[in-house]
């Protein structure tokens, strides 16, 4: 089956120790996308890339960085954890830029201690 | 003020009630609605996706947008306990870009 996975499910780090989270598509969507989901809270865009075109929002904390080596994976760097980067981070896939053609992974959950 | 307001619940309904599920936005510019469910630790996944205003039915669920109160609304009929999940609702201005704003969620919980 097609689909958008996320590795690992669950990661905890150590306040400021740096983090990879990973996320794989079998869609072959050229676009894919990081959110940020805290408890309770809407999802909220950090970036996405179209292709290799990196597309950063305005708002996204300089801490937050991603890499997209090749069509079928992208990864979320967070340099130096804090305490409130604790949240869901779903990885999102589409074919193009419409906005009903996001399919979700089913999310890494972060804690920081 | 948040762009889209939703009512975060948690509402519980008994098995085969109807339930009402709504939200509220304040950017007159969005014209692109959705409707995302949510199970524990899962991501969202698209319920329902209308454009404009209107009414959209699909199955148990009907989508309404009306865009003079700024006010939409998804309404699942028999409601199962399967139906316990969190819904977002999730809007645009543009069909082509990427920008979805979220509300927060409801949590629903259907009783047997």
């Known amino acids: 089956d097609a689909m958008v996975i996320q590795n690992p499910r669950y990661q905890v780090t150590q306040f400021g120790k740096p983090v990879t989270l990973s996320c794989s598509q079998t869609?072959?969507?050229?676009?894919m996308y990081w959110y940020q989901q805290k408890s309770s809270q809407a999802p909220k865009l950090l970036f996405h890339?179209?292709?290799?075109?990196?597309?950063n929002e305005a708002d996204t904390p300089d801490n937050f960085q991603s890499r997209r080596p090749n069509t079928s994976f992208c990864f979320l760097d967070i340099r130096s954890p804090g305490l409130g980067d604790a949240a869901m981070y779903l990885c999102?896939?589409?074919?193009?830029?419409?906005?009903?053609?996001?399919?979700f992974g089913p999310g890494t959950r972060l804690t920081v201690l | 003020q948040k762009e889209v307001e939703q009512d975060p619940g948690p509402l519980s309904v008994p098995e085969g009630a109807i339930v009402s599920l709504n939200c509220t936005y304040s950017?007159?510019?969005?014209?692109?609605f959705m409707w995302y469910r949510q199970y524990s630790r899962k991501g969202p996944e698209l319920l329902m996706y209308?454009?404009?205003?209107g009414n959209k039915e699909d199955g148990r669920f009907t989508a309404q947008v009306d865009k003079s109160s700024k006010y939409i609304s998804l309404f699942i009929r028999d409601s199962q306990p399967s139906d316990s999940a969190t819904y977002l609702c999730?809007?645009?201005?543009?069909?082509?870009?990427?920008?979805?704003?979220f509300g927060g969620g409801t949590r629903l919980m259907v009783k047997p």
């Open positions: 999102a896939t589409s074919r193009g830029l419409a906005v009903n053609e996001q399919f």
């Open positions: 869609l072959n969507h050229n676009v």
């Open positions: 890339y179209y292709d290799k075109d990196f597309n």
């Open positions: 950017n007159s510019a969005f014209q692109y």
């Open positions: 209308t454009y404009s205003s």
């Open positions: 999730a809007m645009s201005a543009s069909n082509a870009g990427n920008m979805l704003t």
